[in-house]
């Protein structure tokens, strides 16, 4: 049950009961969060989160719901999203510091602008520095933990500033999953600008010309095995355009998987597991999911 009466006394931002998910999905579906928040500011994610834990309330931290599949049952708790009042990315002392709220895209433009390099792979990715950092994301043989120093985190209901060599990173991982991430700083080297603005763009451009961005997605569905692709085994298993339901393996690129309109989380967790499931018939290889379950009674689609 939320205490929604206490939450008020503290919070400053947007309160929404039974929110429906799916429009803060790049997939677009999900069902409701029985509360959604959006702080106004740090000190209100703060406070908020103080209230839930002393209730023993479940709480989601949502960046911008590119790499995560909720449920049609949606949440049961509290989903919260930075988007709105953590949004601040600076230099202090030479590095790059960035709340957890602050898009990828924004980030990478003002390190650009500031002729910094290192983190022009990430251009184009949907999501917000604190996901990324949760998740280690990363794109053309480079990951946003490369250059990261420090990671902010909530801890005990005061902020914490974690040292990279206690991070925890590797390949889409990190040691903050169920963390609240408050921000992060970065140290990055210096770069030609108009290379660095070159450089973007390409890459931006082999996004669009490679990945199906004209249908709602959730970026790539599964990690790249050891020393394999898993797009290639995919397609090698002749799944390129199955489809269950309104949810499809992408036509353009086969880690996509698309919702063609009016897909249901449903159908596209059974062709997540259609997909591992002939994968590893097929080739031997287990395929493990890259993005979230949310709210779904299992954890991980079966092999």
Sequence with gaps: MIALDEIQKVFRGRIALNEALAPYTWMKVGGPADCYLEPADRKDLVDVIAVLTAQGMPYLM????????????????????????????????????????????KFVDFCVQQGLAGVEMLAGIPGTVGGAVVMNAGAHGGEIADHCVEVEVLRNGAPVGVPRSACGFRYRHSAF????????????????????????????????????????????????????????????????????????????????????????????????????????????????????????????AAT
Excluded: C, W
């Excluded at 049952?73 to 957890?100: K, P, Q, W």
């Design 62 to 105: 949502l960046g911008r719901g590119s790499n995560m599949l909720v449920s049609d049952e949606g949440f049961r708790g509290a989903v919260i999203n930075l988007e709105s009042g953590l949004t601040t990315v600076r230099r202090e002392n030479g590095d790059v510091v960035a709340d957890a709220g602050v898009r990828l895209t």
């Design 177 to 300: 999953e169920g963390d609240v991430v408050l921000g992060a700083r970065f140290r990055l080297p210096v770069g030609d600008p108009e290379a660095l603005v070159q450089r973007r763009k390409e890459l931006i451009q082999k996004r669009n010309a490679t990945q199906p961005l004209d249908l709602p997605n959730l970026g790539s569905m599964f990690k790249n095995p050891p020393n394999q692709f898993a797009a290639r085994l995919i397609e090698e298993a002749g799944l390129k355009g199955k489809r269950v339901g309104a949810a499809q393996v992408s036509e353009k690129h086969a880690n996509f998987m698309v919702n063609l309109g009016g897909a249901t989380a449903d159908d596209v967790m059974r062709l997540i597991e259609l997909v591992q499931r002939t994968v590893y018939q097929h080739a031997g290889v287990p395929l493990e999911l890259e993005v979230k379950l949310i709210g779904f009674r299992r954890t991980e």
